[in-house]
């Protein structure tokens, strides 16, 4: 039998695929790796990853657990989606039906089978996470990116999302609501949320609130709007953020029962494709989403840096002419370095890609450009993850001699030195233009 020719294989890819490239989180994440390396000193401002370690209590659940063998349910084991229940229930007051949720191999998967199994466009605001858009166009879906504002702290409109509807109101949609966002950390207020749950109930949209960063909302303030359009939401989550177990690859779908083919939908194609999640992760998971004292104390405590770092980031960056909208939740900063536009055009740099390559190659910052999250190349906008410090060190530092204290730049500086080097080195680079 012959063999096909390796320089054939790219004119033969189904053409959702042909084009695409790898995960640009993924991407920069490897090539950061591969840097450092050869030896370059390089500021990882690029990976979306938590920084925090996994609480000790789920990690002993782990260990007790490692045994375990055999193929679980295909919604996912039992006790956890009980667990994950209550978990809804005691934070959202919502989604607390046990035979509602769907287990995956990370929320990613999850969100690429809805895709796959449910035919209507996708609507997604300006900026969005990288992998929306590179799934629907896998899974053959039509795309509808919205335009947001940084003085409306890049939120979905729901003026705009009505506009959208109204020509065909009758046309199957999926809006994707993710907040605390990615790429941004802003948030939606309750009356923002009220006024897209109307929208949503007039034209019957599915709504997948994207929730993953919920529970390190800085002031531990999320509120899901599946409370105001209970019927036809479907929060999606996991413990790759809150939980700092990005790699245990466990996700969450909680959907209403008015959807309840849905979820059927998505277990037939989980049952063909990943069958169940890996069962040792699953027992795990029930001691994190079962939560208690060591829990609340864990996220407090994640809650203070992150919130302490946004704000000393974005302070440094908005002196030195970098306008970044407020962060309310995770671990980002979207900073635009328009101020520096004429001055990167004297140097031939027009993209907000050139201007992440030069930064890189100029000074090891490695951060991701706008265009990976919708927005137009020459639109000097760019994501900052600050997540590159020993998130251990940090927490057991609030234990000793930040309990009682406020954190400072001695901190900064010393519980987050690539992180507060990597933003003078940024600063100062710009600055030199």
């Known amino acids: 039998?012959?063999?096909?020719?390796?320089?054939?294989?790219?004119?033969?890819?189904?053409?959702?695929?042909?084009?695409?490239?790898?995960?640009?989180?993924?991407?920069?994440?490897?090539?950061?790796?591969?840097?450092?390396?050869?030896?370059?000193?390089?500021?990882?401002?690029?990976?979306?990853?938590?920084?925090?370690?996994?609480?000790?209590?789920?990690?002993?659940?782990?260990?007790?657990?490692?045994?375990?063998?055999?193929?679980?349910?295909?919604?996912?084991?039992?006790?956890?989606?009980?667990a994950i229940a209550g978990f809804n229930f005691r934070t959202q007051r919502c989604m607390d039906n046990p035979d509602n949720i769907l287990i995956g191999p990370?929320?990613?998967?999850?969100?690429?089978?809805?895709?796959?199994?449910?035919?209507?466009?996708?609507?997604?605001?300006?900026?969005?996470?990288?992998?929306?858009?590179?799934?629907?166009?896998?899974?053959?879906?039509?795309?509808h990116w919205v335009a947001t504002t940084a003085e409306n702290n890049y939120r979905l409109s729901p003026e705009k999302l009505d506009l959208i509807c109204r020509a065909d109101p009758n046309r199957p949609r999926v809006v994707i609501l993710n907040y605390p966002s990615n790429p941004t950390g802003c948030t939606y207020p309750v009356e923002k949320l009220k006024q897209l749950a109307t929208v949503a109930r007039k034209?019957?949209?599915?709504?997948?609130?994207?929730?993953?960063?919920?529970?390190?909302?800085?002031?531990?303030?999320?509120?899901?709007?599946?409370r105001y359009y209970p019927e036809g939401t479907i929060i999606s989550s996991g413990l790759s953020k809150w939980c700092g177990a990005g790699g245990w690859r466990l996700g969450t779908f909680s959907f209403p029962s008015e959807l309840h083919w849905?979820?059927?939908?998505?277990?037939?194609?989980?049952?063909?494709?990943?069958?169940?999640?890996?069962?040792?992760?699953?027992?795990?998971?029930?001691?994190?989403?079962?939560?208690g004292a060591f829990i609340d104390d864990y996220l407090e405590k994640s809650r203070r840096i992150l919130r302490f770092l946004s704000k000393t980031i974005r302070g440094m960056l908005e002196t030195n002419h970098i306008t970044v909208p407020l962060p309310q939740g995770g671990f980002y900063l979207f900073p635009d370095f328009g101020y520096f536009r004429e001055k990167l055009?004297?140097?031939?740099?027009?993209?907000?890609?050139?201007?992440c390559e030069h930064l890189l190659n100029d000074t090891g910052v490695a951060m991701l450009p706008g265009v990976d999250f919708g927005h137009q190349p020459e639109e000097l906008v760019a994501r900052m993850a600050y997540v590159d410090f020993d998130g251990r060190n940090a927490l057991d530092a609030l234990e000793g001699k930040y309990k009682e204290m406020k954190l400072n730049s001695e901190f900064y500086d010393q519980e987050c030195p690539k992180v507060a080097n990597g933003v003078r080195m940024l600063v100062a680079w710009f600055n030199a233009l």
């Open 1 to 82: 039998m012959g063999k096909i020719a390796r320089n054939t294989l790219p004119v033969n890819l189904n053409l959702n695929v042909r084009g695409l490239t790898q995960s640009s989180t993924l991407a920069i994440n490897e090539r950061s790796q591969q840097l450092i390396s050869q030896g370059r000193q390089i500021y990882r401002f690029g990976l979306g990853q938590s920084p925090f370690p996994v609480p000790e209590p789920v990690v002993e659940s782990l260990r007790l657990h490692a045994h375990e063998k055999d193929y679980l349910p295909v919604k996912g084991l039992k006790q956890l989606r009980e």
């Open 106 to 143: 990370g929320s990613k998967e999850l969100i690429f089978i809805l895709q796959l199994v449910y035919y209507g466009d996708l609507i997604i605001p300006i900026p969005s996470w990288v992998s929306y858009f590179p799934q629907a166009r896998i899974a053959g879906r039509h795309v």
């Open 203 to 226: 034209y019957h949209i599915v709504l997948v609130s994207d929730e993953i960063y919920g529970m390190i909302h800085h002031q531990g303030q999320h509120v899901s709007v599946a």
């Open 262 to 291: 849905l979820r059927d939908a998505m277990a037939i194609v989980a049952s063909e494709t990943f069958t169940s999640t890996s069962a040792p992760i699953q027992y795990a998971a029930v001691t994190a989403f079962e939560g």
């Open 345 to 355: 055009a004297a140097k031939g740099i027009l993209t907000s890609v050139e201007m």
